[in-house]
T-cell receptor
Framework: QQPVQSPQAVILREGEDAVINCSSS?????VHWYRQKHGEAPVFLMI?????EQKGHEKISASFNEKKQQSSLYLTASQLSYSGTYFC??????????FGKGTRLHILP | DAGVIQSPRHEVTEMGQEVTLRCKPI?????LFWYRQTMMRGLELLIY????????DSGMPEDRFSAKMPNASFSTLKIQPSEPRDSAVYFC??????????FGPGTRLTVL
């Protein structure tokens, strides 16, 4: 079942913060975050394996609440380079990732 | 180093024609995934292989779609006959570490 991402789109000014949420109706083993710039392929950001785990990548971090079957991606002091579409993906101890429809993030100077 | 070559990068064809998309990882990887991306449905997993064997093809939309992986460095996705609703960007991805996937540049398919 495809995870649900919110919001669908965000417009920020450079330096502002953003939160992207990802929720699933099924129990999760891991959550994956990818970023895709316009006209390019998705690129791996991070994977979260444990409940309550947080990870970071530059000024981007994420949390995973296993009980609530939710994950959130936090973008702090956003930069122009953060613009793109962010996908969360979920997997259940198998090898495949089911991706959400994505959240489009646009950073204005 | 991970790397994936996809060809063609762009394909325009007419409804009813056969289309073959190709994926060539730079070096062999044990897992290979085919995805389709559209605005409406997002990034959908079509099929994936482990050691050249198809493991899960539940995402393949219908019998018009087929995929093969004859060896560790080559895979094809075929659509026969193609329909306008097949228009999308098709990505091939390989697993480079535990559950991290590296995506190829994609093939943009337009079916008229």
């Amino acid at each position: 079942q495809q995870p649900v991402q919110s919001p669908q789109a965000v417009i920020l000014r450079e330096g502002e913060d953003a939160v992207i949420n990802c929720s699933s109706s099924k129990a999760l083993y891991s959550v994956h975050w990818y970023r895709q710039k316009h006209g390019e392929a998705p690129v791996f950001l991070m994977i979260l394996l444990k409940g309550g785990e947080q990870k970071g990548h530059e000024k981007i971090s994420a949390s995973f609440n296993e009980k609530k079957q939710q994950s959130s991606l936090y973008l702090t002091a956003s930069q122009l380079s953060y613009s793109g579409t962010y996908f969360c993906g979920t997997s259940n101890r198998d090898d495949k990732i089911i991706f959400g429809k994505g959240t489009r993030l646009h950073i204005l100077p | 180093d991970a790397g994936v070559i996809q060809s063609p990068r762009h394909e325009v064809t007419e409804m009813g024609q056969e289309v073959t998309l190709r994926c060539k990882p730079i070096s062999g990887h044990d897992y290979l995934f085919w995805y389709r991306q559209t605005m409406m449905r997002g990034l959908e997993l079509l099929i994936y292989f482990n050691n050249n064997v198809p493991i899960d093809d539940s995402g393949m939309p219908e019998d018009r779609f087929s995929a093969k992986m004859p060896n560790a460095s080559f895979s094809t996705l075929k659509i026969q006959p193609s329909e306008p609703r097949d228009s999308a960007v098709y990505f091939c991805a390989v697993r480079v570490s535990y559950n991290e996937q590296f995506f190829g540049p994609g093939t943009r398919l337009t079916v008229l």
